[in-house]
């Protein structure tokens, strides 16, 4: 006797039985029903992981040439490859787990705007330690005392580009942590970011680039983080 099923009900059967049934009334293999149901071809694990790796590596040109169609901005350039320690190159380097690697990776996983973000991180990051003018045409401001909202909106024309919970934004704090790391490592710095406590070490970071964020919420946090350590001491 023959079940009958129900919207909702889950059916199996084999892949065998399906493909006769696709034989015996329709022009159709299951790999070609699946790229009809699903607009995609249908890849192995390994043709997956080797689509995957093709379209990372084209994001790096992509970016590259965006770079230079529409700011000018060679990012080959070899100043700008020392003082950022060559991280654009080395992130698209698949053996070296560096600071934003995993994150641009799972990104892409996710179908975000991986181009954009990458583009608007290595903008900043140019503007930041190759154009010094950019400071000078922001009223008001001191070259070592500007805001980040002021900062993104002057990169951008968006001032939470370059906030901590967005694409473009977290990018940007990871490669000023692998910069900040590399200038410690080959003694350029001294390591003073790491002696402070865990919720002030990005704000340190930023500061040691010459950015800020807001001085109130900042100097409240810290108050807050004196009054907690305080706390923990009451007996």
Not at 73 to 90: L, M, P
Not at 147 to 168: E, T, W
Request: glycine share 6%.
């Amino acid at each position: 006797m023959k079940k009958v099923l129900y919207a909702g009900d889950i059916f199996s059967c084999s892949m065998k039985d399906i493909q006769e049934e696709l034989n015996r009334g329709y022009s159709l293999t299951i790999t070609s029903l699946y790229e009809l149901l699903y607009g995609k071809p249908l890849l192995t694990k390994r043709e997956q992981k080797e689509k995957e790796e093709q379209e990372f590596q084209a994001l790096f040109f992509q970016v590259a040439d965006r770079l230079l169609e529409e700011d000018g901005i060679d990012i080959q350039h070899e100043g700008f490859r020392d003082k950022t320690y060559n991280w654009f190159h080395r992130l698209q380097d698949a053996a070296e787990k560096i600071p934003g690697y995993k994150m641009l990776k799972d990104n892409m996983h996710r179908e975000g705007d991986s181009i954009t973000e990458l583009y608007r991180c290595m903008k900043a990051l140019w503007v930041l330690l190759m154009e010094d003018q950019i400071f000078d045409s922001i009223k008001d401001v001191n070259k070592d005392k500007i805001q980040l909202p002021i900062f993104a909106n002057a990169v951008s024309r968006d001032p939470h580009a370059l906030d901590k919970n967005r694409g473009a934004g977290k990018l940007f704090l990871r490669a000023l942590k692998f910069v900040y790391e590399q200038m410690v490592l080959f003694g350029v710095l001294d390591d003073i970011i790491n002696d402070n406590p865990p919720f002030m070490r990005d704000r340190m970071l930023y500061r040691q680039f010459g950015l800020q964020d807001d001085d109130i919420s900042s100097f409240s946090i810290y108050q807050l983080g004196i009054c907690i350590n305080l706390f923990r001491r009451v007996p």
